[in-house]
């Protein structure tokens, strides 16, 4: 009955569903509190209370028909524009409303400039390890996705790699800054680096290689680190944003496209793209989260639950010997394994009742990811349990 | 840049602007009162109050990261459970949570089950007058879109054609009851013959050919007419339902599909389906929206005003003497042209500030569609207008 493209996705899908089951099983029998889940992404800090507080002011103050109502393809014109100058303010960038499409969440609008670029066959880079839906948003349109190596040093991208890998059929360059699962920011000096090859390689190939910048964790650094601006450095830049951790809000599907004036015949890009919006099926950005965001432009969550979060693990884990670059952006340590096959001991963990995701689900084996988006209680209560796991590998002995 | 699918649609994009800024030029001379708008199927009609003060004791009552937060892509638990009961005590059915995908309105879960059972080459039927819409969907998965010609009689679905149409490669069969762009609801008879013809198709081919209903204006029904529920007559049938229509809210995307049990490998394909409403980047249906779903599950809009609008304008065409099959649902009157063009009937129309759409935007030349989710005043202005343009035509004398 099901398509051949999607068989896959079924088994595979299973395989994520007996872990979670697994979890449910562990938590039935030890107790909730007792099972110390770091697998999911899901943002744990609450919205900022003004988010919720526009929703309702909105609804008192402005037409219903309106808020609830079709608008353009691409999103509210007053919202767009009050996005563009909220990053003008803040980046030092000249993007007008036409720079900006709203879309469901930076995952739909992955999909929205894909659809919008990609031939079959087309084929696009991205740098291990990398977030596991990259794959099937370039299989959607039927591109290749060609995967760059790991630096495990520094987990900055591998840019020797990716030099040698570019080829005329390279459409696009996903990176994703902060990383997920790393934590890592690319630093101005890897992005100009980028910026240089692709410069070359486009003059080279005479082709246009679109550089998409897919920041869903753009707001969430530590330590005052920058987090630069992605269109400062290459003109095909197309950034993939998502209010989905910035606000807490990721099962509200709420985002946006920057297609700037730079990118290699952006006017038509930026019609394509709202077109794919329309006929993806999104139709446009849901419009109550449109209005509530013009509202709250420049808002952001709590940091600091994240931030005491990211050090009390890190620290507890380095105690007990365990090796990971010290993140400075997003909410995930990406730990090494004490034995290559991290497999196993991600089973081992769950020995302890922790949960952890494999680095393979990354392109990136050796290394489990570890989601510190969770109370501190937990990271507290599971602690002990890691150090149990590092003795039982004769670690910091 | 773009990709070679998407450009014939940025071609056509530009006639549809072109169309709108028309109408805009038309109100910056005659202002907005002067310019009597047909063209947009956006309702007029505001949510019900309910809706809206749902919403605000949402973020009262509620844990605003449950709210707000990820939960399993087919949607939360409780509100498709609320739905299928709702369904169950209004139709007669047997569904349960596992039979209910909530996605992005309809467009969202029409892409959602065309990408879940497409393969390349796979025909998708629909019947003229259709919404245009369904060849992008269908085009997204490489499938062919295979048009039976329209029954301009009764605007029922040609079901001698369909019978000849369907072979081996027929995945799917698209209908829309009531309809977009006649108003016609299928009768009973219509789907019962519809179902015999697709049971005995199936048999004969050794294949399962799916049922898709789109449903989007099934609450949009006047006269007491009976809208039969589709399930109860064919197994093979997935349902796409949006409350855009229903509770005034196409702006939000909020609807669901209905995959039951009786589907040929139901699981599996409910299974496929959450999967690709992630791939395809809507990954949920926004989660707010979810949560007043369930509270307001069996609202609807006030339809005396459509109801009122319906009478008004058909009474009115009629009496001018046009011609046109009277409408038992949605919000659109499907009126025969005067003459054979169709588009020079429509232009004659905007040199009376009146917009209204060609028939051939929906496969069938000859007519035109108006829609009239307007205010009366709107109609009341338009109805010497629509006069006017019959007496050109030297109707009615």
């Known amino acids: 009955m099901i398509s051949e493209k999607i068989k896959p996705l079924v088994n595979h899908n299973s395989a994520i569903r007996a872990m979670f089951e697994e979890g449910r099983r562990l938590a039935a029998i030890y107790g909730e509190e007792h099972v110390f889940d770091f697998s999911l992404g899901n943002p744990n800090v609450p919205a900022p209370q003004s988010v919720n507080m526009a929703i309702c002011d909105i609804l008192k103050e402005e037409n219903s028909v309106f808020v609830h109502g079709y608008m353009s393809n691409a999103g509210f014109e007053d919202v767009r524009a009050a996005i563009a100058k909220s990053l003008n303010r803040r980046f030092n960038t000249k993007f007008h409303q036409n720079n900006i499409l709203m879309t469901a969440g930076a995952a739909s609008g992955l999909n929205v400039i894909l659809k919008t670029l990609l031939n079959p066959g087309d084929e696009v880079i991205v740098f291990a390890p990398y977030f596991v839906e990259y794959g099937n948003y370039v299989s959607n349109y039927d591109g290749r996705l060609i995967v760059i190596s790991p630096d495990t040093e520094t987990f900055q991208p591998n840019l020797d790699e990716l030099e040698k890998k570019i080829n005329a059929k390279t459409k696009a360059v996903i990176i994703n800054t902060p990383n997920n699962p790393t934590g890592v920011v690319y630093s101005a000096k890897t992005l100009a680096r980028l910026a240089d090859i692709l410069r070359a390689k486009e003059e080279e190939l005479k082709t246009a290689i679109v550089l998409i910048s897919d920041e869903p964790y753009r707001e969430l650094a530590y ?74 432009v420049d808002e952001k969550v709590d940091l600091e639950a994240y931030d005491r979060n990211r050090n009390l693990l890190y620290n507890g884990l380095i105690r007990a010997g365990f090796e990971c670059v010290k993140p400075e952006g997003a909410f995930y340590l990406f730990v090494k394994a004490p034995e290559a096959d991290e497999k196993r001991f991600c089973g081992i963990c769950k020995q302890h009742n922790i949960l952890v995701v494999p680095g393979s689900s990354f392109a990136c084996p050796g290394y489990v990811r570890i989601a510190y988006c969770v109370s501190s209680e937990q990271i507290q209560r599971a602690l002990p349990e890691f150090e149990k796991v590092a003795k039982a590998y004769g670690m910091n002995q």
């Open 223 to 296: 330590d005052g680190v920058e987090v630069p601006y992605v269109t400062r450095f290459y003109d095909d830049t197309v950034v993939a944003y998502s209010y989905s951790k910035t606000l807490s809000l990721p099962g509200e599907r709420i985002g946006y496209l920057v297609i700037p004036d730079e990118l290699e015949e952006s006017g038509q890009v930026f019609t394509a793209a709202t077109i794919a919006n329309r006929v993806l099926g999104s139709v446009n950005a849901p419009s109550l989260m449109q209005r509530a965001i013009l509202r709250c």
